[in-house]
């Protein structure tokens, strides 16, 4: 049994909004690849699929660099799912560079100073 049985949107949402989601209820978890992910988002129309994070960091990542395709998806906050709703939650971490190479461009010098990574996740809410 998928949203679609029961008309709720397909929610993407980021480490912003973990804490106030999983309220009341049973959830499943289980990680995914980019392109299950990929495939997931697939099976819904634009109108299907609600945008839950306004980072602007958190959408280059995910549409520029994971692939996922870059529609004009509706947003909104959501504070609870729906019994049988599902979700895609990429999260993102960020740890110390263990190297900081030093680049010049423009005649200016920068430096790596941390790395940044990105995992998904489906979400169900079963109860």
Do not use: W
Not at 27 to 50: H, L, P, Q, V, W
Not at 105 to 110: C, K, L, P, R
Request: proline share 4%.
């Amino acid at each position: 049994m998928n949203s679609n049985d029961f008309n709720h949107p397909l929610l993407l949402l980021d480490n912003s909004n973990m804490n106030t989601l999983f309220n009341e209820g049973e959830y499943k978890c289980t990680n995914m690849t980019f392109e299950e992910a990929r495939e997931i988002i697939g099976m819904y129309n634009k109108d299907e699929i609600i945008l839950c994070f306004q980072h602007p960091d958190t959408y280059d990542i995910i549409f520029n660099y994971i692939g996922i395709p870059k529609k004009d998806y509706k947003y909104k906050n959501i504070r609870n799912m729906k019994v049988y709703q599902d979700g895609i939650i990429f999260k993102i971490y960020i740890t110390p560079s263990e190297t900081q190479p030093v680049i010049h461009v423009d005649g200016v010098e920068a430096k790596k100073i941390q790395n940044v990574y990105v995992y998904c996740v489906h979400i169900s809410r079963i109860k």
